[in-house]
């Protein structure tokens, strides 16, 4: 009998060498005539292990990792086709501790099936969602994602339900759903994660969305950078379609919808929603002004649902199992679960999917074991480029999206960042502006003139010019852009400005001998 | 040229919201957008040069002169600052004796930044034509580099 080994094709494993492993493994095979058959999943976001090699055993899937090429031999001489022991060993996968605590709901697949395998998605649980929606008036299912309490996970938190609602309530005779892949927060990676390792979960989620509000066209914007899920999606797209999966007669039903990725081309502004309509539309991604609601009046200017992927990916889930059930999670006003992601200084960086109301602390020290490098972590970037920073005395503040807005934080889509000591906050502020004005859009001023003069205020400060006057003309400069901007680009940056002034006002003001303006990446 | 520019917007102009898809399609083909391109797709999809232009240049993505033959793309967001990337850009610049958004003069590599390729797990991160590269060390990016210059 053939012996499974998985061997993930997520774009991270690979970028640590899962592809030349599971060659690797595969002519160790041959060589010694053995009968081995490998089968490539996504990654269980343990990345630190990463390549992580599980082999299914009679007592089930045994994890060896990191696996470089030059221990291939040395894991066959050891018998880990049976699950032996070697000192790679890390013993049963869904025991693992970074693994057996977490409530992964979202991600329950990614990392366990082969994620363009129709039948190892039916097998774990997978369009039972949508089977229960074909069954229901588009108003029960509108209401079921609402009595969830899902909100959306691309950072705004609005509730999804409501957003759809609206979509479903107003009358046309086309309307879209559309899928925001364009994940450009640095530190996040849930969204490429979840379409690498269970993309039929993301296609599931929109067709349910299209049942609840009336369309029969979606599409994915996909952000460039990803060739990896591109290729993935588009792979599962079309075995969709064969298996009526997609298109028309939707499992045998009447309902008809079809799914198409589009890319981006390297605009972080194109994750804002209505950026992101333009751009889908062929034109410059700026941002439109509000009213209309892209709910009202999106793309094409037709009625458009407009969420993330790890929104549109939690609505399978919430269908099949009932609203009551994912709303039992999480605390206050933050219901459900939250793939979280650790990244930046960190030993044990990965996806940690748990309920609302964890602590910073458990996340950076349980599961992110403390920073890579041994030195104190001073200060973490929640939310992106676009999040604050928060110091080591805000660490007890819980994943909750009121408890961080109370400490001037925000969660957007749940990535964090961890920085040693020796990070300069100076230069992170620098580099916020800095970031800014190489991605806005150019229509309002606050944002395209206030980054590049916020460059220059900072530069002045690191040169040590008047850096009392220099700090109170940021805080000005910066509450220009948080009250003048109309979008979340200009309006944000503020965010990581300001944190940083607040919390670390020493990186600011300390000479610097020898210092000289650094020039920016992009004109 | 011209006939392969005008057979890709006669492939996909009939698409919603074709613009982008074009220009991809050009990029793909021909390893950047000639300026010669834009009054063909400007006819064919019924736009103006102004706006073909105005997309082309919004883009960071797009090129307007053919890249090198190896694109390194090096990753300055937070989460690969934290882990010493920005040491990597320095390296990079130094190593192929160019700037960002440059090409070495042997033709063989440009140098892009990129604002996160979503490998932040895996910082410092480094993206060579369509292939990524996690944890990248100083003497991992030297051997890197040197490997692109040697492949033609």
């Known amino acids: 009998m053939s012996t499974v080994v998985y061997v993930p094709r997520d774009a991270a494993a690979l970028a640590l060498g899962a592809e030349q492993v599971a060659q690797a493994i595969a002519a160790q095979a041959q060589k010694s005539g053995l009968d081995v058959t490998i089968r490539r999943n996504g990654s269980r976001g343990l990345y630190w292990l990463e390549p992580l090699v599980e082999v299914e055993t009679p007592q089930g899937r045994v994890a060896y990792g990191p696996v470089s090429v030059k221990d291939v031999a040395g894991l066959f001489t050891a018998g880990f086709l049976s699950g032996k022991a070697h000192a790679l060993c890390l013993g049963a996968t869904a025991q693992h501790p970074y693994l057996i605590r977490q409530n992964r709901l979202t991600f329950a697949r990614v990392g366990v099936i082969d994620p363009v395998s129709i039948s190892d998605y039916l097998a774990h649980g997978g369009f039972q969602g949508l089977q229960r929606a074909l069954g229901m008036e588009p108003a029960q299912i509108v209401q079921c994602v609402t009595d969830s309490g899902l909100r959306g996970r691309g950072g705004a938190a609005f509730p999804t339900g409501i957003k759809w609602r609206t979509v479903l309530d107003t009358a046309a005779t086309q309307k879209y759903i559309t899928c925001n892949a364009d994940e450009g927060d640095s530190g996040t990676y849930a969204d490429r994660m979840l379409m690498e390792g269970d993309p039929y979960l993301l296609i599931e989620g929109m067709t349910i969305a299209a049942l609840a509000v009336g369309a029969t066209q979606g599409y994915i914007y996909l952000r460039a950078e990803y060739p990896h899920a591109h290729k993935i999606l588009n792979e599962a797209i079309a075995l969709a379609y064969q298996q009526h999966y997609l298109g028309a007669q939707l499992l045998g039903s009447a309902h008809r919808f079809d799914l198409e990725v589009r890319l981006g081309a390297g605009a972080y502004i194109c994750g804002e929603e209505t950026s992101m309509l333009e751009s889908l539309e062929g034109r410059r991604g700026e941002v439109r002004v509000r009213p209309p609601l892209p709910a009202v009046k999106g793309l094409f200017g037709k009625p458009t649902v407009v969420n993330n992927v790890i929104s549109l990916a939690t609505v399978p889930t919430i269908l099949q199992h009932g609203a009551a059930h994912y709303r039992d999670y999480g605390i206050g006003r933050s219901r459900g679960t939250l793939p979280i992601q650790l990244a930046g200084n960190l030993k044990r960086p990965g996806l940690v999917e748990l309920a609302f109301g964890v602590s910073l602390r458990e996340l950076l020290y349980d599961y992110g074991g403390g920073s890579a490098s041994g030195r104190p972590l001073r200060a973490v970037q929640i939310g992106g480029p676009l999040g604050a920073y928060l110091p080591a005395q805000q660490f007890d503040t819980l994943i909750d999206y009121e408890a961080l807005s109370a400490v001037g934080a925000l969660l957007g889509h749940g990535g964090i960042v961890a920085f040693d000591d020796t990070v300069d906050m100076a230069h992170m502020a620098r580099y916020a502006m800095e970031f800014c004005a190489v991605e806005s859009c150019g229509k309002c001023t606050p944002c395209r003139i206030g980054s590049t003069r916020g460059v220059e205020v900072i530069d002045r400060l690191l040169r040590g010019v008047d850096g009392e006057a220099q700090l109170r003309q940021l805080e000005s400069l910066c509450d220009t852009m948080a009250e003048g901007s109309l979008c979340g680009l200009g309006g944000m940056t503020p965010f990581p400005v300001r944190s940083a002034v607040k919390y670390f006002r020493e990186d600011f003001l300390k000479p610097r001998p020898g210092i000289q303006g650094s020039q920016h990446a992009r004109a | ?152």
């Open chain 2, 1 to 152: 040229m011209n006939d392969r520019i005008n057979t890709i917007v006669a492939r996909l102009g009939q698409q919603p919201g074709p613009l982008l898809l074009v220009l991809h399609a050009i990029q793909d083909e021909l390893g950047f957008i000639p300026s010669d391109a834009i009054p063909l797709v400007a006819q064919g999809l019924n736009l103006s040069r102004a706006e073909v232009h105005g997309v082309v240049s919004f883009y960071h993505y797009f090129r307007h002169s053919p890249p090198g033959r190896h694109t390194v793309r090096i990753c300055r967001a937070e989460s690969c600052q934290a882990m010493n990337g920005t040491a990597l850009e320095q390296q990079a610049q130094r190593h192929l004796g160019i700037g960002f958004n440059e090409t070495t003069s042997d033709g063989a590599v440009s140098l892009e930044p990129v604002y996160c390729l979503g490998a932040c797990a895996c910082s410092p991160a480094v993206m060579i034509n369509d292939e990524l590269h996690g944890r990248v060390t100083p003497a991992r990016l030297d051997e890197l580099l040197a490997q692109c210059r040697e492949r033609t």
